[in-house]
């Protein structure tokens, strides 16, 4: 017999691709969304620590990403990827969306039947209020400039959505940042709490802009303390 913390494999098939992904734990659930270039694997840590304090955790490789299929070339087609694992779980489950998976979420967040499935929204090392030459300088910094250059460009060029979208959320927000190595600023963060002013800022000490390479167990707990009075 397969128990609750063993991982269990799930399928979603969408019009163009299959997206593969695993579940683990039981109770209260996180769909947890990787950044670009990564995999639904670099949750795992993440996922112990949710999981043995009672939660349920849901990761999928986003599509061209891991063992799904397709090309991610645009941030609406990741949008309408989530939009389908949140109608996929059960009622009042957390987003939990690192770099391009937190930018993906805001955009599934256009979606009032999304807004009312999810009971909030964590951002891990990323905001809406992206400044282009800073994102690409980044991105190069990292290797990833020409890895994804149709993607980015694409989300650089909705960032008046992604904007508006955070400015009109009535969910709670948590952003957890990197304090070494992240891809925010001070004014990034000032933004962000300017669309959003309910919105909870926690920083993780000796992390850069993967925190969940970095610091799992600190990003967890810090996800556990915020959002736990969300459900």
Request: with cysteine.
């Given at each position: 017999m397969i128990g609750p913390t063993a991982p269990r494999e799930r399928w979603i098939t969408r019009p163009d691709v299959i997206l593969h992904g695993e579940e683990v734990g039981a109770g209260a659930t996180f769909l947890l969304l990787h950044a670009g270039g990564e995999r639904r694997q670099v949750w795992g840590p993440v996922s112990e620590v949710l999981v043995d304090a009672g939660y349920r955790c849901v990761a999928f490789d986003q599509r061209g990403h891991g063992d799904s299929e397709g090309t991610a070339r645009t941030l609406s087609a990741c949008a309408d990827d989530i939009t389908a694992m949140v109608h996929a779980?059960?009622?009042?489950?957390?987003?939990?969306?690192?770099?391009?998976?937190?930018?993906?979420?805001?955009?599934?967040?256009?979606?009032?039947?999304?807004?009312?499935?999810?009971?909030?929204?964590?951002?891990?090392?990323?905001?809406?209020?992206?400044?282009?030459?800073?994102?690409?300088?980044?991105?190069?910094?990292?290797s990833l400039s020409g890895a994804h250059t149709e993607l980015v460009e694409d989300i650089l060029a909705q960032v008046p959505?992604?904007?508006?979208?955070?400015?009109?959320?009535?969910?709670?927000?948590?952003?957890?940042?990197?304090?070494?190595?992240?891809?925010?600023?001070?004014?990034?963060?000032?933004?962000?709490?300017?669309?959003?002013?309910?919105?909870?800022?926690?920083?993780?000490?000796?992390?850069?802009?993967?925190?969940?390479?970095?610091?799992?167990?600190?990003?967890?707990?810090?996800?556990?303390?915020?959002?736990?009075?969300?459900?």
């Open positions: 779980e059960p009622p009042a489950s957390v987003l939990v969306g690192a770099s391009l998976g937190g930018l993906a979420a805001i955009a599934a967040l256009t979606d009032p039947a999304v807004r009312a499935k999810v009971a909030g929204l964590v951002l891990v090392d990323v905001v809406p209020c992206l400044e282009p030459s800073r994102v690409r300088r980044f991105l190069a910094s990292v959505l992604l904007r508006q979208v955070t400015a009109e959320l009535d969910l709670p927000v948590l952003l957890v940042h990197g304090d070494n190595g992240s891809s925010l600023t001070d004014d990034d963060i000032d933004q962000l709490l300017r669309l959003a002013p309910h919105t909870t800022v926690r920083p993780i000490q000796g992390a850069g802009h993967l925190i969940a390479r970095h610091q799992p167990v600190a990003l967890a707990q810090a996800i556990i303390a915020t959002t736990t009075a969300w459900r």
